[in-house]
């Protein structure tokens, strides 16, 4: 006598089937997502604290006297003792942290990608630096510090030589 299944369990068979590869499907979806959101953050914290700890020792060294700001706050020009006419700026077109030395005509270094806000205050002799990264990765919108949030900057307090 040959035994064979019965169209109903081949039903019930291809069911179970089904559920099981939609959610495994559904975790790998999900840990993908999880993934790119955290290799996207990742990216922009290093680009940030990479373009904050150059941009503070390097200012750190001018004089309160020598600052420039301007462009409602967001360029900077500066001396140091070894460097003369050091310009810190937004590029908006590319959403770039530039390094330009000598100011306005030398070479120009890209410190950070996809700056959303850049903005520097003097006051005495404290800079203080501010700036936002926003990236979008696959259509969801991540920013550094973490909550997209219009107020929430990354910052900085710079205390000046004398």
Do not use: H
Not at 33 to 59: H, I, P, W
Not at 110 to 135: D, E, W
Request: aromatic share 8%.
């Amino acid at each position: 006598m040959k035994r064979a299944f019965t169209l109903v369990e081949i039903l019930i068979s291809s069911a179970i089937l089904f559920f099981l590869v939609t959610g495994i499907y559904r975790v790998l979806n999900i840990a993908d997502k999880v993934f790119n959101d955290d290799m996207g953050l990742l990216y922009l914290g290093q680009q940030a604290r990479q373009a904050m700890d150059g941009m503070s020792r390097e200012v750190r060294q001018g004089w309160p006297s020598g600052i420039t700001i301007d462009n409602a706050g967001e360029r900077i020009t500066f001396s140091t003792p070894d460097t003369s006419s050091i310009r810190y700026y937004r590029d908006a077109v590319n959403n770039q942290l530039v390094r330009q030395q000598p100011a306005g005509t030398g070479s120009a270094r890209v410190l950070a990608n996809n700056v959303n806000s850049l903005n520097f205050s003097l006051s005495g002799n404290t800079l203080v630096i501010t700036f936002r990264l926003q990236k979008v990765v696959r259509g969801r919108t991540l920013c550094f510090p973490a909550i997209c949030n219009p107020q929430q900057f990354l910052t900085e307090q710079v205390t000046l030589r004398n």
